[in-house]
């Protein structure tokens, strides 16, 4: 048998076979969130003006928009990965919407502030800790992800490993944001995009070799 026709047979098998996995990975997701959940608030503290920054500042709460933004689609595409038939990636584009809007808010924060003030937004000060602390509270979401993914049968084991790991590095940030006091896009667009890229790089790595079928 070809492999396009193993493909389409194993599409085909039954009708079932979308939603079974898709209920898995969404558990899993579950799972491994209220894990990351647990291990951030083993590790770090929110942050004293939480309260205050969710009403008073909205790049702080831009933060989450980004992360979400990202984390949706992401999750739609580990669920098309997921399958053996799963190169009809519809739902990509979506994750062009974060970018824009990071792009709209950085444009925004550097017409809005002194050039002279740009490198000090765009270091912050907790640059390495931002980098660190995404990595590690993915884990959990990441383990998780490639567990549920072990139980379908990705036609691209790397791409589906890719997207698990922005699915969880997105989720990673977004706990860390409620920690980190840098609200800056600069910053955001930076850091938080270096953390959330070494997940999904590493998440390509392993899901190349774990994932194969």
């Known amino acids: 048998m070809k492999t396009d026709e193993l493909i389409a047979a194993l599409a085909a098998d039954n009708a079932s076979v979308s939603p079974p996995i898709s209920r898995t990975l969404l558990l899993a997701l579950a799972v491994g969130a209220l894990l990351a959940a647990a291990h951030f608030f083993s590790l770090l503290p929110v942050r004293s003006d939480f309260a205050h920054a969710i009403t008073h500042d909205p790049r702080f709460m831009f933060k989450f928009v980004f992360t979400l933004a990202i984390a949706i689609p992401a999750l739609l595409l580990v669920m098309q990965l997921a399958r053996p038939d799963g190169a009809d990636l519809r739902s990509v584009w979506l994750l062009g ?4 809007l990071l ?3 950085v444009g925004y924060e550097m017409l809005t502030v002194p050039a002279d003030h740009w490198q000090v937004h765009a270091v ?3 640059s390495m800790a931002c980098m660190t602390y995404i990595p ?4 959990a979401p990441f383990v998780a992800l490639l567990y549920a993914l072990r139980n379908g049968a990705p036609a691209n084991p790397a791409a589906a490993g890719a997207a698990a790991g922005l699915v969880s590095g997105a989720i990673a940030a977004s706990f860390y944001a409620a920690r980190c006091i840098d609200d800056s ?4 667009a930076i850091w938080y995009v270096i953390g959330i890229g070494l997940v999904t790089a590493l998440g390509a790595v392993i899901g190349s070799r774990l994932l194969r079928w």
């Open 97 to 100: 919407v974060p970018l824009v």
């Open 103 to 105: 792009a709209l808010a």
């Open 124 to 126: 912050g000060s907790m």
């Open 136 to 139: 590690i509270l993915a884990a």
């Open 185 to 188: 896009p600069m910053f955001l």
